[in-house]
């Protein structure tokens, strides 16, 4: 009997019996590589191995005190709520749109589902068109498209432009039949890259979207963690067009309270009212007591506005001094603008890696994991070929909590500071430098 193929991270597929039939759509896939990874990094460190878990991107800061508060307040809240949400936060997440993006809207353009993630799914159920996706870019937009059918069109971006969408290579592709259905996912600050657009950049873009009646998906579920603050959405230029997708997962620490939003534009009521009657077929509503206490996160004040504050000090400096350790030892990668990403390059390394039978970025994975015990992804999941030596790693291997605490009373936060709450990750990227060399 032939055995069973694993993953680079351990999963095995289940064998079924021999009258069992899956969807063809399913069938190919794997369980998400970001899960895998998690998984695989906890059994090891179950087994008693040292392991950076630089593999799974869950922000390491815990959910704002206030925000934890509301939901002890409302811990008794059982009723099923209306299907789009409770009235109450999809008036929250407007007036933080309006307050924060300066877009326009009210709560009857908001849809709350159990994670941006779920809602991005039943999008592409209910949108026929295809699915345009930037490459590199995150790990389940394509596996989506699949498990429904839809068409995906990934356009390589370029490292002279920072990895940064182009409206030409947006135009390109429309070009030839301008006419054709199309939804297009913008995720800024970038997951996997770290990078963002700024204003003039997304103008440019939604030019181009406008031209061809692209919609467009702006995932913005880092935009509270831009590192220099004041992220530019790019609804403000393409309103009518543009649906801001967030949640609480990133910017609120809040991964495991699965919520997320979708703002939508009076013109695509019909897409925001489509996609309420397959939510009310599956997962019904959202959970009571968390949409009653995320109220509390989407209405902002000073408590929520200090801890973004810090979180983005802590994240900028870490980033910087990443980089600045791999760079020392000739790694390439872009300085990160937000979120908690960053996606190094080992072309340079290229011969080295050969001589040690490393020829793609999966093995480049593998052996940095087997070898040094740090876990990331490869490039290769991010819509890269998997013969170029890239990978990316989230810099989230720390206590969030020790860290907050402490920058909240540090002007500057230097090596020193970031050798003693994030050293995990310091000592990560010292180890994947050092391997490298």
């Known amino acids: 009997m ?53 593999g799974l991107g869950q922000s390491p800061f815990p959910v704002p005190d206030v ?49 941006s993630k779920e809602l991005m799914f039943i999008l592409q159920l209910v949108y026929y068109g295809d699915l345009l996706v930037p490459a590199p870019s995150w790990v389940s937009y394509t596996p989506q498209a699949s498990i429904i059918g839809r068409q995906v069109h990934w356009i390589t971006t370029q490292r002279d432009h920072g990895w940064r969408l ?7 592709l429309c070009r030839g039949d301008p006419t054709r259905p199309r939804l297009l996912i913008l ?55 543009t649906i801001i997708s967030s949640g609480l997962s990133k910017w609120a620490g809040a991964g495991g309270w699965r919520l997320g939003t979708f703002l939508f534009p009076p013109a695509l009521r ?16 959202t959970s009571a007591p968390i949409q009653y206490a995320v109220v509390r996160a989407y209405q902002g004040g000073p408590e929520i506005g200090a801890y973004l504050h810090h979180s983005r ?74 013969d170029e030596l890239s990978f990316r790693l989230a810099d989230v291997d720390f206590d969030g909590s020790e860290a907050l605490k402490a920058a909240a009373h540090q002007g500057r936060i230097d090596r020193a500071f970031l050798n003693k709450y994030c050293g995990r990750v310091m000592a990560a990227s010292a180890a994947i430098a050092d391997w490298a060399t």
């Not at 997951?191 to 181009?208: E, I, K, R």
């Not at 009646?213 to 609804?235: F, K, N, T, W």
């Not at 019909?270 to 509503?285: D, G, Y």
């Open 2 to 54: 032939n055995a069973v193929p694993q993953s680079p991270f351990g999963f095995a597929p289940q064998r079924t019996p021999a009258n069992a039939q899956l969807n063809l759509n399913v069938r190919s896939l794997a369980p998400s590589a970001t899960l895998a990874v998690n998984e695989h990094s906890a059994r090891l460190q179950q087994a008693g191995k040292q392991v950076y878990r630089l």
């Open 67 to 115: 925000v934890v508060q509301a939901l002890r307040d409302n811990a008794h809240q059982k009723d099923y709520l209306p299907v789009k949400g409770l009235p109450a936060l999809r008036e929250a997440v407007a007036g933080y749109h309006q307050r924060v993006n300066a877009v326009a809207g009210g709560g009857e353009d908001v849809l709350i589902g159990p994670g």
């Open 270 to 285: 019909w897409l925001q009212e489509a996609m309420a009657v397959v939510a009310s077929e599956t997962f019904t509503t």
């Open 313 to 386: 000090r802590i994240l900028r400096a870490l980033g910087g001094a990443v980089v600045e350790q791999l760079a020392a030892a000739g790694i390439q990668v872009a300085e990160p603008e937000g979120g908690f990403y960053l996606f190094p390059d080992f072309t340079a390394q290229k011969d080295s890696l050969a001589e040690r039978g490393i020829h793609t970025s999966p093995q480049l994975c593998e052996g940095l994991l087997r070898e040094r015990g740090v876990a990331t992804l490869p490039g290769s999941d991010f819509g890269r070929p998997a």
């Open 187 to 241: 995720n800024y600050p970038s997951n996997p890259l770290g990078v963002s657009y700024d204003d003039d950049q997304l103008a440019a873009l939604a030019a181009v979207a406008q031209r061809y009646g692209v919609i467009v998906l702006s995932d913005e579920i880092y935009g509270e963690l831009y590192h220099q603050g004041q992220h530019r959405s790019i609804a403000r230029h393409y309103p009518e067009g």
């Open 166 to 172: 182009q409206p030409a290579e947006l135009d390109a």
